[in-house]
């Protein structure tokens, strides 16, 4: 019998590409910086030469579509948002607009929505996967849930948001848990979907191997069900981020969706610009963080 | 006199599916002796697979009671492990780790844990494997693997569901040597289910033919081991080999002229 060389890369990635997945979903949303780089360069050269053309047909451009270097000057202006502090005076208590003002309103912004987001995704996974694994190892239970699941997911998510800031107020705790709400279906489903994937073959042979329930669910089921939850996750996140923007644009004070309101009721467009820019980097961000982090587990279906 | 290693008693099963009700096996009595190589061969789909999951503790049995050395089968266990027709290894856990599990679930202290993974891969002809994942693997080296396994977790009676029946001849026949040396090694109690004549004829001690979820003829095969492939030559062994393909319903369509 011939032995193959699994030392070498080659062989290994010939070998991978031949031995079949048993499992039907496979993650490959993997977002490089270079990909990034190309959509943001290509993003930058598209506006610019819009920006061209609206110019010499709307009599008032900059309102339309202003052009980049408009924009980039538009930038110091963004230090209207910071709120005092690490020794520099709120441009509303009488500071100067400056960049280091700029930077800072952008910076906090951007750690308050994050960390609202993280919050109420975090939360959502913990819920949303214990909930997805007790209600997909039993058949009536995944019955039973079948619809309220369906009739949650169609509810329209925004439209639900006045009633998140009647019971906690225009407040971070009214954030957190409208993200945890628009995600923890998404999160459910995954789940219930994935335990129920993991073929029968897997579980049936732990079990004449002689597994206990408890060691059937760290050594089989975690670990099968992994890529498919992983795909749920990942959609999950991108939902996260929708939220916790919806949240602080239509009230909840603070972070990058707050500044977005107060730049559009200014008319602002720069400023809405550098915003979304940040909020785009960071979503983007999330989701190539959170397929690394998932990559390590899943090194065995590479 | 010894306890039987598994005893059926007026077994039966019967599926309620969709498509009514399907009577999968029917009143079964069998006695298996420790040590014995038992095929259970048949036509697919008229029970066989049902009757090696009823052992496994798998499935229940609808009527009829399943002894195992003499004590009452009321799930899976450790002792009647099986390897089965599907790809069973884990693909989350590497080679050598898939082994070590089935040590672990069997007891093994960790630091002799290493030295068994080791020995049972060298049986099998996969000692450079530990380290690789299965899927770097091809089907017939994963299949090994999973008799690697079965044979790590230290069975008194070790099922086998058409374990070899989408591999190449040259990898089934490495495969027969493997479960035939591990078989006459350990001792074990080895039901294997086929529906290939030359398979049985080459492992088997005993034959149980099964149609329409009944034992129709249970053989004795009594051929010299170790039996290699010029057994298709023996004459007691083409006999044999013609009683079980009338068994399967296999026609033969010049015999079938010569008889006319």
Same mark, same amino acid.
């Given at each position: 019998m011939t032995t193959p060389d699994l030392t070498s890369p080659l062989r290994r990635r010939r070998l991978a590409r031949t031995a079949p997945s048993p499992f039907t979903t496979r993650v490959r949303t993997v977002t490089t910086v270079r990909s990034l780089v190309i959509g943001f360069t290509t993003l930058l050269v598209v506006w610019q030469l819009a920006s061209m053309v609206v110019a010499r047909t709307f009599a008032v451009p900059e309102q339309v579509l202003p052009s980049i270097p408009d924009i980039l000057g538009e930038f110091k202006g963004l230090s209207d948002y910071w709120k005092g502090g690490l020794g520099l005076k709120a441009v509303q208590d009488g500071g100067d607009q400056t960049y280091r003002g700029a930077v800072l309103a952008l910076a906090y912004g951007a750690w308050t929505t994050t960390l609202r987001m993280l919050a109420g995704f975090t939360l959502a996974c913990i819920v949303g996967i214990a909930l997805g694994i007790v209600i997909g190892l039993s058949a009536r239970l995944r019955r039973l849930s079948l619809g309220p699941l369906a009739l949650l997911a169609a509810l329209p998510l925004l439209a639900m948001l006045p009633l998140f800031s009647f019971w906690f107020g225009a407040t971070t705790k009214a954030a957190i848990w409208f993200v945890f709400y628009g995600t923890v279906v998404t999160v459910v489903r995954a789940t219930v979907n994935a335990v129920d994937n993991v073929p029968r073959r897997y579980t049936d042979q732990a079990r004449t191997l002689g597994a206990t329930r408890l060691q059937l669910f760290r050594r089989v089921l975690l670990p099968a069900i992994l890529p498919e939850l992983r795909a749920g996750l990942t959609l999950a996140l991108t939902f996260a981020w929708s939220m916790v923007l919806g949240a602080e644009l239509l !009230?909840?004070? !603070? !972070?990058l969706g707050a500044m977005m309101s107060q730049a559009i009721e200014f008319s602002a467009l720069g400023r809405m610009v550098f915003i979304s820019g940040v909020f785009i980097i960071l979503a983007a961000a999330s989701v190539t963080a959170f397929s690394r982090l998932t990559g390590r587990l899943l090194r065995w279906m590479a | 006199m010894t306890t039987p290693a598994i005893e059926l008693r007026d077994l039966s099963v019967v599926f309620n599916g969709e498509a009514g009700r399907v009577q999968a096996l029917s009143n079964i009595n069998l006695t298996i002796d420790p040590g014995e190589f038992v095929v259970l061969i048949g036509p697919?789909?008229?029970g066989k697979s049902t009757l090696l999951n009823v052992i496994a503790g798998l499935l229940k049995p609808t009527e009829g009671e399943i002894l195992a050395h003499g004590e009452a089968v009321s799930g899976p266990s450790r002792e009647r492990a099986m390897v089965f027709q599907?790809? #069973?290894?884990?693909?989350?856990?590497r080679v050598g780790a898939n082994v070590d599990w089935a040590l672990k679930l069997r007891g093994v202290a960790p630091d002799e844990r290493k030295a068994l993974t080791a020995r049972y891969l060298e049986e099998v002809g996969l000692s450079h494997t530990a380290g690789a994942w299965p899927r770097e693997l091809s089907g017939g080296m994963r299949k090994r693997v999973s008799l690697a396994t079965a044979f790590a977790a230290d069975p008194e009676v070790l099922l086998m569901d058409e374990p070899f029946g989408p591999l190449d001849f040259v990898t089934r026949s490495t495969l027969h040597s493997i479960v035939i040396r591990l078989w006459s090694e350990e001792r074990k109690t080895i039901v294997f289910v086929t529906h290939d004549v030359d398979e049985t004829l080459l492992l088997a001690d005993r034959v149980l033919v099964i149609r329409h979820g009944e034992i129709v003829d249970d053989l004795r095969l009594d051929f010299a081991?170790? =039996? #290699? %492939? %010029?057994? =298709?030559?023996d004459p007691d062994a083409i006999a044999m080999r013609r009683r079980l393909l009338d068994q399967l319903g296999v026609v033969d369509p010049a015999r079938a002229a010569l008889a006319r």
């Open positions: !009230g909840v004070q !603070g !972070g | 697919s789909g008229q599907e790809d #069973t290894v884990f693909p989350w856990m081991r170790p =039996r #290699t %492939d %010029d057994l =298709r030559a």
